[in-house]
């Protein structure tokens, strides 16, 4: 079986385009627990905490539309 992941995004089938969506959401709920960890060294610089909060913002909102995305895809 090829790898939906290795397919170029022209190529894929719906339920390969919704496994890749689901590895892209598992990635961003990943990297959701990286900005975690930073927020917690409170590094104590207002510029970094408001970076932070744009990621974590940024984060959330495309988290969010690639979850809507996957649901509008239908097999």
């Given at each position: 079986?090829?790898?939906?992941?290795?397919?170029?995004?022209?190529?894929?089938?719906?339920?390969?385009?919704?496994?890749?969506l689901?590895?892209?959401?598992?990635q961003l709920?990943?990297?959701e627990?990286?900005?975690?960890?930073?927020?917690?060294?409170?590094?104590?610089?207002?510029?970094?905490?408001?970076?932070?909060?744009?990621?974590?913002?940024?984060?959330?909102?495309?988290?969010?539309?690639?979850v809507?995305?996957?649901?509008?895809?239908?097999?």
């Amino acid at each position: 079986m090829r790898s939906a992941l290795l397919q170029l995004p022209d190529a894929r089938t719906v339920k390969e385009r919704r496994v890749v969506l689901r590895a892209a959401i598992r990635q961003l709920e990943r990297a959701e627990i990286y900005l975690d960890a930073v927020g917690y060294m409170d590094i104590g610089d207002r510029e970094a905490d408001r970076a932070l909060g744009r990621l974590r913002s940024d984060l959330r909102s495309l988290e969010d539309y690639l979850v809507r995305v996957r649901g509008a895809l239908r097999e």
